[in-house]
């Protein structure tokens, strides 16, 4: 938590640079964003675990797999439609896009309301957990400061990614005569290669900076995309490299 809090205090040093096209945007509100971070960090935390501690594990495997088509087509879409139009700020009106992106994400997060109610605690990790936080600041910061920048990329690949990844567990959710484990091993593999890429592109704009963007903010976002990588990476490494084949 104490990573949130400076981070916060930063940001409000940050405020008078605000891009005016979303002034009045909620998820560009730091107040909004921390506020739902921590009632998000308090549900699965504390009420969550609280309101099924002495409740069976509910069944919401329909409900997950409407969730998973619904991310599938939301995510293709706006993965079409920005491939399509380009840079948004080129074109003002895919700021709409956006802001369906960064709605997105704050519904993403309720994938982790599903593993409470499952009682699937070993899914509510640190990484999990740090990851859909990480998200909602990150979404705020560039709705508030960095709008159609270097950054444009990376909720362009989230959304190819996503695309696959609920694809897997929407079929993976059927229980079909087809062993699936080796693509759950390919989705990890995704999203590292996908944190790297991030972690290069942002690496390079260090040196380049042709949007003009604030060291501050690319120094930030190489640093923590660098850690995100190491968490995915060592995630990978427990769950499949250090134990036996026998689980591939």
């Given at each position: 938590m104490l990573i949130f809090k400076v981070l916060y205090a930063k940001l409000l040093e940050f405020d008078t640079e605000s891009d005016p096209r979303t002034v009045d945007v909620p998820e560009a509100s730091f107040t909004y964003t921390f506020v739902l971070v921590g009632l998000y960090l308090l549900v699965v935390h504390k009420l969550g675990p609280a309101f099924m501690l002495k409740r069976k594990p509910y069944e919401?495997?329909?409900?997950?797999q409407i969730y998973n088509i619904m991310q599938v087509i939301l995510n293709a879409f706006i993965f079409a439609q920005v491939w399509r139009f380009g840079s948004m700020c080129i074109i003002p009106n895919l700021i709409c896009l956006v802001l369906i992106l960064t709605r997105q994400i704050t519904v993403h997060i309720s994938s982790s309301i599903f593993f409470v109610l499952r009682k699937k605690w070993k899914q509510v990790s640190f990484l999990h957990v740090y990851h859909h936080c990480?998200?909602?600041?990150?979404?705020?910061?560039?709705?508030?400061y960095l709008l159609g920048s270097h950054f444009e990329i990376v909720g362009l690949i989230n959304c190819f990614v996503h695309v696959v990844m609920y694809s897997y567990y929407f079929v993976?959710?059927?229980?079909?005569?087809?062993?699936?484990?080796?693509?759950?091993?390919?989705?990890?593999?995704?999203?590292?290669?996908q944190f790297f890429f991030y972690t290069v592109h942002l690496g390079r704009a260090l040196?380049?900076?042709?949007?003009?963007?604030?060291?501050?903010?690319?120094?930030?976002?190489?640093?923590?995309?660098?850690?995100?990588?190491?968490?995915?990476?060592?995630f990978y490494y427990r769950t499949y490299l250090a134990k036996p084949k026998r689980n591939e």
């Open positions: 919401v495997k329909r409900i997950v990480l998200m909602l600041i990150c979404a705020c910061i560039y709705l508030k993976s959710s059927l229980n079909l005569a087809v062993n699936l484990q080796p693509w759950k091993r390919r989705v990890t593999q995704l999203q590292i290669v040196f380049n900076n042709w949007c003009g963007l604030s060291p501050f903010w690319l120094i930030a976002s190489f640093m923590q995309n660098a850690f995100i990588t190491v968490l995915f990476f060592n």
